[in-house]
């Protein structure tokens, strides 16, 4: 039967603006380093992919301003082709449009398809020259723990999210947030005056976070999954219950994982640097219903979160369940 390609689906927002299922990541880090996203996302956007997921606290967002320079330049794509997603990083809890101006400078573009609010935590602002733009992403205090600004307060973020875009600021098309578990986007949607249009968040069949697709479904709020391999070293690909659908789809195990959101309703964006990986998360594997299933019930049975993050331990919700990876 003939299926279309993860990267011909497109989902449509609560605003009307349409963002495709499937994007690249680029949260490089070592042992991965930054430039080669260049060369990645031309050749994401060489395969078909249409959407680049970025923020400014990945340092990425330069190289990802050459390829797409070079892209324009080739006539490969035009800017309202692609659909670019970036991120308050927690250090701009209060200066949300000084981190949107000093993205788009650093991508080279005049707005973003989304801006999202990256976590619902506030750091302190510490000055490092090997930070990002001088400031420290993840600031620390003398005993290691993280630098969390506790008079900050991360709806302070939202408000000045949302009044960009109420304002109609032609430098953003949509908004919405991220690593929000229900409890937060509960207590937002008190007082928001916009819906966030997409929560991101980690999402995989060893996480299936069943409640918070309810809590999004509900406010139309589309999920879009972070860690889709299992980050570094992409574990996933080994999971044995992944292994049987490869096995019974004469599919790769980046297609399965790709195909088990896409299937969903549910936006992701795989990191790859690898063309041979960036063209198989490509295929869209039939997966029936029960597969589905019995990879949802696998992720509320053995809870496996891989970008732990100690910095967001206070956010209630977020260790629900979970060992560490
Ligand atoms: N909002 C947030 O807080 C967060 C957002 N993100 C976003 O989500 C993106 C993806 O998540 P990330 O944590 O980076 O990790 P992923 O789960 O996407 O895993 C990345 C790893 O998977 C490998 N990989 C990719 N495709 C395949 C394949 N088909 N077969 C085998 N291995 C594969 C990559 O290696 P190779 O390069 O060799 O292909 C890389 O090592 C980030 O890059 C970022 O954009 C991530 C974390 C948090
Ligand atoms: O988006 C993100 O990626 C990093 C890892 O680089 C994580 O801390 C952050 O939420």
């Not at 408000?159 to 937002?188: C, H, M, T, W």
Request: net charge neutral.
């Amino acid at each position: 039967m003939l299926h279309p390609r993860n990267t011909e689906v497109f989902f449509t927002l609560n605003n009307g603006v349409r963002m495709p299922a499937l994007g690249l990541g680029t949260a490089a880090e070592p042992p991965k380093t930054l430039p080669p996203t260049k060369q990645a996302v031309k050749a994401a956007v060489k395969a078909g992919y249409r959407l680049i997921d970025t923020a400014w606290a990945y340092g990425t967002e330069p190289y990802i301003g050459e390829a797409l320079k070079e892209l324009f330049e080739e006539g490969v794509v035009k800017r309202e082709d692609l659909f670019i997603t970036t991120k308050v990083w927690p250090t701009h809890w209060d200066l949300v449009e000084k981190s949107l101006e000093e993205s788009l400078k650093s991508l080279g573009v005049e707005y973003v398809d989304l801006l999202l609010q990256h976590w619902p935590v506030c750091f302190e602002r510490v000055s490092d020259p090997n930070g990002v733009n001088g400031i420290a992403r993840n600031p620390t205090s003398s005993d290691g723990k993280p630098l969390l600004n506790k008079k900050g307060d991360h709806k302070e973020t939202w408000r000045q999210i949302e009044s960009l875009y109420l304002k109609k600021d032609p430098r953003i098309r949509a908004v919405g947030v991220s690593n929000f578990p229900s409890e937060y986007l509960d207590d937002l949607l008190k007082t928001a005056k916009v819906v966030p249009a997409v929560n991101q968040v980690e999402l995989h069949p060893q996480f299936s976070q069943l409640k918070l697709r309810e809590t999004c479904k509900n406010h139309h709020i589309i999920l879009e999954s972070y860690s889709p391999m299992g980050a570094n070293g992409a574990a996933l690909t080994e999971l044995s219950i992944v292994q049987e659908l490869v096995k019974k789809y004469d599919a790769s195990p980046g297609a399965v994982l790709i195909s088990y959101h896409v299937r969903q309703g549910v936006v992701t964006v795989p990191l790859s640097q690898n063309p041979k990986n960036i063209a198989a998360n490509v295929e869209l594997v039939p997966l029936t219903q029960q597969d589905i299933d019995a990879l949802n019930k696998n992720g509320e049975e053995h809870i496996v979160r891989y970008r732990d993050e100690q910095f967001a331990y206070p956010v209630p919700g977020f260790r629900e369940g979970h060992e560490r990876a």
